[in-house]
């Protein structure tokens, strides 16, 4: 589930699904969408939160759900794509907080943040290879931008898991906290919300400059990554999973 609460401007959407490693499902993709999607109209939100569990971010996408696509021509307006498009839209600054694994689309989705706070037992890692799968949610674009062509493929390509330090070193990293991650996340979060907010939108409309490109990739993403759920190696990797964890 998705705990929200709305403290001094700030929307705090907390992953909450510690038996799964808070693997997202559709439902958590459809509130965290709505979150963001009420965040561009509602003055009280003056900034979102995104936070996890001690030593657990988000697993990614659910590998169960991922299984139900297979045989589907496309993604359609499912919760996840939905959750994707609301990410490239979100006019309100975000703030993310990362106590543990980030995988998958628990990567990807930090690209899309304005700061990003983690402590030393954060790891980043995005398996989409390993799965049969592509970056998603604009990684592609944002990946090389963020971090340089060469990082972005050792990290989205490759696989490799990259330390809270390493992540910090490519830029995909504000601070590295050493005490209570999280109260640090929500006092940078607390303190944008203080700021003119009008300034602040502006800011970083001019920051972000025109989304259009991202827009069409991450469109182009979820074609090839739809195409790719029904690729017999992607279907292995998601079976060997599920078996492995059922055995
Ligand atoms: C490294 C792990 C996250 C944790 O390992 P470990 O601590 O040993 O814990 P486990 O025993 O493996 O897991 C505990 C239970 O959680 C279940 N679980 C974990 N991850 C997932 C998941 N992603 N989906 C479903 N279920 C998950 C696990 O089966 C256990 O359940 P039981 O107790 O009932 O057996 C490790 O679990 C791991 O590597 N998980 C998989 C990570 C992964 O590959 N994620 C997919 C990333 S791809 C992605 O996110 C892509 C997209 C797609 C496109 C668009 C947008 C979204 O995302």
């Known amino acids: 589930m998705i705990r929200k609460s709305l403290e001094d401007g700030v929307q705090t959407l907390r992953l909450d699904r510690p038996e799964k490693k808070n693997a997202l499902t559709g439902q958590m993709y459809s509130d965290l969408a709505e979150a963001l999607e009420t965040g561009n109209t509602d003055a009280d939100i003056r900034c979102h939160l995104i936070c996890g569990l001690p030593e657990v971010f988000t697993a990614g996408n659910d590998i169960g759900d991922f299984?139900?696509?297979a045989g589907k021509t496309g993604l359609g307006e499912t919760p996840v794509v939905r959750f994707l498009r609301a990410l490239v839209r979100n006019e309100k600054p975000l703030v993310a907080s990362i106590d543990g694994i980030a995988i998958g689309?628990?990567?990807?989705?930090?690209?899309?943040?304005?700061?990003?706070?983690?402590s030393p037992r954060a790891l980043i890692r995005s398996p989409f290879v390993d799965l049969g799968l592509v970056p998603e949610a604009g990684s592609s674009l944002l990946g090389p931008q963020i971090m340089g062509p060469a990082?972005?493929?050792e990290l989205l390509c490759l696989g490799n898991a990259f330390s809270a330090e390493k992540a910090a070193q490519a830029g995909l990293v504000n601070e590295v906290v050493e005490g209570d991650v999280d109260a640090a996340a929500l006092a940078c979060a607390k303190e944008i919300a203080a700021k003119p907010p009008e300034a602040m939108a502006l800011s970083r409309k001019l920051l972000r400059g025109d989304t259009s490109q991202l827009s069409e990739r991450v469109e182009e993403?979820?074609?090839?990554?739809a195409s790719r759920l029904s690729a017999p190696e992607t279907i292995a990797a998601f079976q060997a999973f599920m078996t492995k964890k059922k055995a």
């Open 221 to 225: 993403e979820i074609r090839i990554f």
């Open 151 to 153: 990082r972005a493929f």
């Open 67 to 69: 299984l139900q696509y």
């Open 105 to 118: 689309v628990g990567t990807t989705l930090l690209m899309h943040c304005d700061m990003v706070f983690a």
